[in-house]
């Protein structure tokens, strides 16, 4: 379970990109996240793992307060989360097989790893990751030499390598076309569904908030300001949600 | 607001908000005004009314001015002249003013003509072959000397303590020659500046410093410190390096070291700052520690530019180290002035020729070598890579890796002991050259060399580009036909310019001293000459990325090729060539710096011939220091511009 409590991010720069927000995720869910560009959807989930450290509030994973974990701890925490990033974010230069192995790095021994070297097991399981993501035959050839749908799937896989009871993903398909959002988003059910990996993920249309997410949380500018099932979000939640004059939208 | 523009030049027309143009009219302004006061009592473009001596250039000073009123009446009536007049002009005082001051003197072209053709003919017949006794043609004793001999020597010690062989005996060795020990010193100093220049670099980048404490002053200490370094030519190096270390091998590659550590730091440094930080979240999200992260998501990206820059290096060093020895001692730079002292231009001449052979060579493996790094590899196939240490193929360059390196390493004399016993000289040096001498005499002596220098290099870039343009045409591929005839001349003009560019402008001063005797002209001449061949190049090759849809519209509708030429060609490459030949005008004011070390006048000569030998460092300091502001003016006002045109 992950409790986010009273959660307040202000940057350096002043900008307020979180306003106290309190929730709970429960082992198992599909949460999806929404809410209009620069609501800071971006920014909670890096709060949770840490790559951004809250200003204030606190953050409990299976009674751990990730917050204030050392940083060993910390390491030790986020081998658990896995995230996925819109923008991908492979190692473009070095091969897919590496880029998912660096998903077991969190395991490893440090002076091992920094000489190459993964045992048979990881690079057993980094092959299996791959041919269930349908790209057993893609493993030595080089990132960015994937169109982005495949790449996005690498992610998944590296990912997957942690063995996560967690996993965020920030805006995983918005650099994507509709079909291969499709795609992406029923792998992540499928890891929910199958693995029983609890997941948070930031979404931009709504019908696949309602095809995909079990619950969802709204933010508007830094505010929590919507919490339920996604078949709640009627026309006025949606309004409240994303400002007067928008429409809905429909993505096939 | 003409009126403005009569009192203050530009004055008007910044008024009537058309800023640049005001700015720029005030600058032009400025420079012919300082221009001609500086050069005054340098007796250049002199005219005597009565019993008053002046310049007539005041003239044409006047003649900006008049346009200057009318340009500002113009656009009160709202027309807007072209600016044209006015860079005339301007341009005009600048290149009389230049023409006098560098010392040109045409004429000498002309009655000295007899000394141009004999050193031309003992450049066709290079002292290389030699008949021997018999009348059989032999490799002569100087090719010896360049490219090394086979010579008996003693077996190695090793054999003889293994027992394999007596003491004493002679076996068949090479010894290497000067070109060789060339290669090896720019192997060397390759190696050395890439080590060092990756720590240091990662504290000259943004990114990296910004996340540690006083970041910010590490940052702009090290990004000064680059740029200064390298604003000071590898053989002012040398002639500051031979009082730490001696004069020798070592003292060269030491110099060809300082100034590539620099020039690598800085482009490494701008690599790292533009890495990708999408990986870096990537993998410390995953719970990988610092190292591990730096391993997985900072090194692949930024080994493959790394090494590229690196070889871009070597091919740079190598052409350095050609000319290194002239002050460095070492290498074929000082057999080169060995030979001029002795006044032995066959000699000479066969040194040109294996240094074109050697940095041909060496430009085309490291262009090509990059070209695979640029393109990765790009593996299609599913199957698992070897690891290297299975392959014979990787044990074999490895090992063929470590023996030239240890060959090198003996080759180019290195003493690392040397390094911590320099001369007490070496001490005085230091402290003397950060002691600026601010003499009257010595400044005014320091400006007027400087600004010869910059000149010699506005008109070397002028002269040779101007040559190198009709050049170009002709080795363009896409202008030249089919035929066979276009062909052959497209490969002779490209061999033209790809030997004369390989080698450096001060190794052709020689020639033209020779020629026109002693001088800023010969320095000149000489830069336009590797200008010719450097600009050529680019040019020809800004020529063949045109669109060619254009040309081929145009070539369409019926016109000749002359005339597709000026209207389908010369609109597209005329922002090319002019940023080319402001990059090149930055180039060889470096190159100018150094040219006076082989007689060819300016700042190097000063440097060479009157400060360094005679211990006057702190002049040889306000010199350098000058050195410095102008080429790092030049550079940034260079890339700025260039910006600007493309
Ligand atoms: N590093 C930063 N420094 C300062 N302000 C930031 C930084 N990162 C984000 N912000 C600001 O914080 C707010 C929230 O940003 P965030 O990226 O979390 O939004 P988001 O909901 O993910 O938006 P998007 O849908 O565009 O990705 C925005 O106003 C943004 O400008
Ligand atoms: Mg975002």
Redesign the pocket.
Same mark, same amino acid.
């Given at each position: 379970m992950l409790r986010v409590e009273h959660l307040t991010k202000i940057?350096?720069?002043g @900008?307020t990109?979180l306003r106290d927000v309190s929730f709970e995720v429960n082992d198992g869910e599909f949460l999806a996240v929404i %809410?209009? $560009? %620069? !609501? %800071?959807? !971006? @920014?909670?989930l890096r709060c949770i793992n840490r790559l951004i450290e809250p200003t204030s509030g606190r953050i409990i994973w299976n009674d751990l307060d990730v917050t204030a974990a050392p940083a060993s701890e910390l390491r030790n925490i986020r081998r658990q989360i896995g995230m996925i990033f819109q923008q991908f974010n492979l190692v473009k230069r070095s091969s897919v097989l590496t880029n998912v192995l660096a998903g077991r790095l969190g395991y490893n021994n440090p002076s091992q790893s920094l000489l190459n070297y993964f045992s048979p097991a990881d690079q057993k399981l980094a092959l299996e990751n791959l041919e269930q993501l349908g790209l057993a035959d893609k493993a030595h050839v080089r990132a960015d030499s994937l169109s982005g749908g495949q790449q996005q799937r690498v992610g998944i896989a590296r990912a997957l390598m942690q063995d996560p009871k967690l996993v965020l993903a920030d805006?995983p398909v918005a650099s994507l076309d509709p079909v291969l959002a499709h795609s992406i988003l029923k792998y992540l059910e499928q890891m929910n569904k199958e693995r029983k990996i609890t997941v948070l993920c $930031?979404l931009h249309f709504l019908d696949l908030v309602h095809r995909y997410a079990t619950r969802a949380i709204a933010?508007k500018e %830094?505010q929590l300001v919507f919490q339920g099932l996604p078949k709640e979000i009627d026309d006025a939640q949606f309004k409240a949600i994303y400002g007067q004059e928008a429409e809905r939208v429909t993505i096939i | 607001m003409a009126f403005l523009s009569f009192v203050i030049p530009g004055a008007g027309q910044f008024y009537l908000k058309e800023r640049g143009r005001g700015g720029s009219i005030l600058a032009a302004a400025l420079v012919q005004f300082g221009l001609i006061s500086w050069s005054l009592n340098l007796k250049v473009a002199q005219w005597t009314v009565g019993r008053l001596t002046t310049s007539w250039l005041w003239i044409v000073v006047g003649l900006f001015w008049i346009w200057n009123v009318y340009d500002a009446y113009n656009i009160t009536q709202g027309k807007s002249g072209s600016g044209l007049i006015g860079i005339f002009l301007t341009a005009f005082v600048i290149y009389v003013i230049a023409w006098q001051v560098t010392d040109i003197r045409l004429d000498r072209l002309v009655t000295r003509f007899g000394n141009a053709l004999k050193i031309l003919n003992d450049i066709i017949h290079p002292d290389l072959f030699a008949r021997d006794a018999s009348g059989h043609w032999i490799p002569s004793e100087n090719f010896g000397y360049i490219f090394g001999t086979i010579q008996s020597q003693p077996v190695p010690d090793i054999l003889v303590r293994l027992k394999l062989v007596s003491a004493g005996t002679l076996i068949p060795g090479y010894q290497a020659g000067k070109i060789v020990e060339t290669i090896a010193l720019g192997l060397m100093a390759t190696l050395f500046s890439t080590i060092l220049a990756v720590p240091i670099s990662f504290l000259a980048a943004r990114n990296i410093t910004a996340r540690i404490p006083g970041g910010v002053v590490i940052y702009y200490v090290m990004r000064t410190f680059l740029n200064i370094v390298r604003a000071i030519d590898t053989l002012i190096w040398g002639l500051i390096v031979i009082l730490w270390v001696g004069l020798g091998s070592f003292a060269a590659v030491i110099a060809l070291t300082i100034h590539s550590i620099a020039a690598l730091g800085k482009l490494f440094s701008e690599e790292v700052e533009h890495i990708d930080a999408g990986p870096i979240e990537a993998v410390t999200a995953t719970g990988a520690n610092l190292f591990q992260t730096i391993r997985y998501a900072v090194i692949p990206q930024i080994v493959p530019p790394f090494l590229g820059y690196t070889l871009l290096r070597w091919d740079i060093n190598v052409r350095s180290a050609t000319i290194v020895g002239m002050v460095a001692g070492g290498g074929i730079g000082f057999f080169i002035i060995e030979s001029l002292r002795l006044s032995a231009y066959t000699q000479y001449a066969a040194a040109l020729w294996a240094i074109a052979v050697v940095v041909i060579i060496v430009d085309y493996i490291s262009a090509k070598w990059r070209e695979s790094i640029e393109a990765g590899v790009v593996q299609t196939s599913a199957a698992k890579p070897r690891p290297f240490y299975t392959s014979l193929r990787a044990w074999f360059f490895i090992v063929i890796g470590v023996a030239a390196f240890i060959y090198c390493w003996n080759l180019s004399g290195i003493d690392l002991k040397a390094l911590f016993e320099p001369a007490p000289t070496f001490w005085q040096l230091i402290r003397s050259f950060v002691s600026f001498n601010l003499d009257p005499e010595v400044t005014s002596a320091v400006i007027a060399q400087m600004m010869i220098t910059i000149f010699q290099a506005l008109l070397a870039t002028t002269l040779g580009g101007l040559v190198a343009i009709p050049f170009s045409f002709l080795a363009a591929h896409n202008l030249m036909g089919r035929s066979r005839f276009s062909l052959v001349i497209y490969y002779l003009i490209r061999t033209l310019f790809n030997i004369v560019r390989s080698i450096e402008a001060i190794l052709y001063v020689a020639i033209f001293f020779y020629w026109v005797s002693f001088g800023p002209f010969a320095g000149m001449l000489a830069l336009s000459l590797t200008t010719f061949g450097l600009i050529g190049k680019l040019f020809s090759e800004s020529i063949e990325n045109i669109d060619s849809g254009l040309l081929e519209a145009i070539t369409a509708t019926g016109a000749t090729r002359f005339q597709a030429i000026v209207y389908g060609v010369l609109p597209q490459i005329v922002p090319p060539f002019v940023s080319y030949s402001i990059y090149q005008w930055d180039i060889n004011i470096r190159m100018a710096t150094i040219v006076g070390f082989a007689g060819g006048g300016g700042i190097g000569s000063l440097l060479y011939n009157n400060y360094f030998p005679f211990g006057e460092y702190r002049s040889a300091g306000t010199a350098v220091a000058l050195i410095v502001i102008v080429v790092a003016i030049m550079d940034f006002a260079s890339s700025k511009l260039r910006e600007k045109l493309i």
């Open positions: 940057y350096p720069n @900008t990109a %809410g209009l $560009s %620069g !609501s %800071g959807k !971006s @920014t909670l805006e $930031s933010l %830094g | -």
